[in-house]
């Protein structure tokens, strides 16, 4: 009995110590993320499973290029991943399937050169949106597939929930996203 007794006690202790660790690991730092559906397609496809660094945007702004995990705007109960496209104080045009940008740094706009696109696709769509602060565009990179800013307008920054920081599954394409790619 004495045994049966030291061994839950010590149960109890390893399973304490493991939430005490995981928990705040989870709610403040990583988190994991089942890439669903064909929007990030070919760059993230359905099933990939991702690890999402919930920390970077706590210390610096997102960048535009960043791959995204965020609340979907019209449901908190959904997440989705998308790239940052248009930057806060920025005007995003989509217009003859090419997206440009108009902001301090170039007041005419410049044409986004976009490498991570599967064929340099062009991008459907005709909008035309100016970013407030805290706002950010965002479109998939399967831009024909997508369900993005074009059709629900900008990302609230409080709606973001980290970036992609690793690809685990499936195994022969793990990765690790360290920079921009812009």
């Known amino acids: 009995m004495k045994n049966l007794k030291g061994y839950i ?8 110590i493991a939430l005490l660790i995981v928990i705040p690991i989870r709610m403040y730092l990583i988190t994991p ?6 929007s990030m397609e070919p760059n993230f496809e359905d099933g990939d499973y991702l690890i999402i660094d919930k920390l970077s945007f706590r210390i610096a702004q997102p960048k535009r290029g960043d791959i995204i995990v965020f609340k979907a705007p019209l449901d908190a109960k959904s ?3 998308k790239r940052i496209i248009g930057m806060p104080g920025e005007t995003v045009k989509v217009t003859d399937g090419q997206v440009s940008i108009v902001n301090n740094d170039h007041p005419e706009g410049w044409n ?20 407030n602060v805290g706002e950010y565009f965002v479109m998939g990179d399967n831009r024909e597939a997508s369900y993005d800013s074009r059709e629900w307008g900008s990302l609230r920054a409080d709606k973001i929930v980290g ?8 195994v022969t ?5 360290f920079a921009t790619e812009y």
């Open 33 to 38: 993320f089942f890439v669903r559906g064909q």
């Open 79 to 81: 997440f989705y991943i």
């Open 112 to 131: 986004l050169s976009e490498k991570y696109l599967d064929n340099h696709k062009n991008t459907p769509g005709n909008i035309q949106i100016k970013l």
């Open 163 to 170: 970036k992609v920081w690793l690809r685990l599954a499936p």
């Open 9 to 16: 006690l010590e149960l109890v202790e390893v399973i304490t």
């Open 173 to 177: 394409k793990a990765k690790a996203f």
